[in-house]
């Protein structure tokens, strides 16, 4: 029997358990990706009509004939997996999510946007509105006020039923009036003032009773500036400036405003966001060398400057891609012909996001990821419990 009839009568009896280990032993097949393969799978290619290849390849055995494992591991991706902050402040923060898949970078932004929870004002007895303003519209417009006040404090109303406690609800007044013969005055949210002893408007259905106070929306055990977490940081509106509405002379409000936990996905006042958003990590390659002249115009083709012109000596100058991250895709580098498309390549890396989360100001930025972040996990455990 031949060399080659022993190899086939080997494959053969290892065809049902072993066939794809025969294959990978064999000298001419390869290890890795080629690098076209590696190219597909890792970036998105922005051409001049449309990006192309912009779908991650999930399945696990996409690569197995040539000795690559696609399933997804957990030691790979604490290996591969980082965060690098950029940029941060009190309302912005911006950072790079590495090495991860695209489903679980967007699964962050909705938690952000509709299930992290903030305090909103929800219920307002209005006792005088002599204003242009109609009622539903002022207690729209201030439900829409951002509350400064951390919601981990707080606990959701309907865990308490009808009891409106100091656990689960701020209190606010408003009282404004223009006196006759004065000129318009503008209302804003920093009128609104915190009672932290509770409603002081007694209830429609109270019996008046001479011995007691009379009874009120809520029923505080004790005042919530006694309390240590809000005496040193009191609770109001993150923005004084915010127009609430305009009063002519003679003209009134008056009111109380209650403020409950809640989501964004019950209604966008909850929302902790003004936005939050991720972009792949933009990629500018030059294919070849573009020099003198050429480079003179990539370099002004770009409006956002990303090329760079670099002297290479003897009176010869050179574009460098200098600043890729500014990239917006416009495309303007690779129009005028398809030679131009033969120097330059728009690329997106498919795991590499760049993540902007900016604040409506009731939550620190860096606080709404690490809570977005918990969310996620007590999702992930509710799953495995149920299929446990």
Request: aromatic share 6%; net charge negative; proline share 6%.
């Amino acid at each position: 029997m031949s060399e080659e009839d022993e190899s086939m009568s080997d494959f053969e009896e290892g065809e049902e358990g072993s066939g794809l280990d025969f294959i990978l032993s064999l000298d001419d097949v390869p290890s890795n990706l080629p690098p076209h393969l590696e190219l597909l799978k890792t970036r998105v290619l922005c051409n001049s009509d449309a990006p192309q290849h912009t779908d991650t390849i999930q399945y696990s055995g996409a690569y197995a004939a040539l000795g690559v494992d696609n399933s997804l591991r957990l030691d790979s991706f604490c290996e591969n997996f980082k965060i690098e902050v950029n940029r941060m402040a009190d309302d912005v923060i911006e950072f790079d999510m590495i090495g991860i898949d695209p489903a679980i970078a967007n699964s962050f932004r909705r938690i952000l946007i509709a299930e992290v929870p903030t305090m909103a004002i929800e219920r307002v007895y209005i006792a005088n509105n002599t204003s242009i303003v109609q009622d539903e519209v002022l207690a729209h417009r201030l439900g829409l006020i951002p509350i400064h006040a951390d919601p981990r404090l707080f606990e959701y109303p309907v865990n308490a039923g009808d009891d409106r406690n100091e656990k689960n609800t701020i209190v606010f007044k408003l009282h404004v009036r223009c006196k006759r013969g004065q000129p318009r005055i503008t209302v804003k949210s920093d009128q609104l003032q915190w009672l932290p002893n509770g409603s002081e408007l007694p209830c429609e259905n109270a019996k008046p009773n001479a011995d007691s106070k009379p009874k009120t929306f809520t029923s505080f055990a004790c005042s919530q500036d006694s309390l240590p977490e809000f005496s040193c940081n009191p609770l109001g509106p993150t923005n004084p400036d915010i127009i609430v509405a305009k009063l002519g002379p003679g003209q009134e409000i008056e009111l109380e405003a209650h403020a409950v936990k809640g989501i964004g996905k019950t209604h966008a006042k909850w929302s902790p966001v003004a936005t939050a958003w991720y972009r792949m990590l933009p990629e500018v390659v030059l294919l070849e060398d573009v020099e003198d002249e050429l480079a003179e115009e990539l370099k002004n083709k770009c409006p956002k400057q990303v090329f760079d012109i670099e002297d290479c000596g003897k009176g010869r100058r050179r574009a460098k891609a200098a600043r890729p991250r500014d990239c917006t895709l416009c495309r303007e580098c690779i129009r005028g012909g398809k030679e131009w498309e033969d120097r330059v390549s728009l690329r997106r890396v498919k795991n590499h996001f760049i993540f902007t989360i900016e604040s409506t100001g009731a939550v620190p930025s860096e606080v709404l990821f690490t809570e977005a972040v918990k969310i996620l996990e007590d999702k992930c455990e509710r799953v495995i419990t149920e299929l446990s």
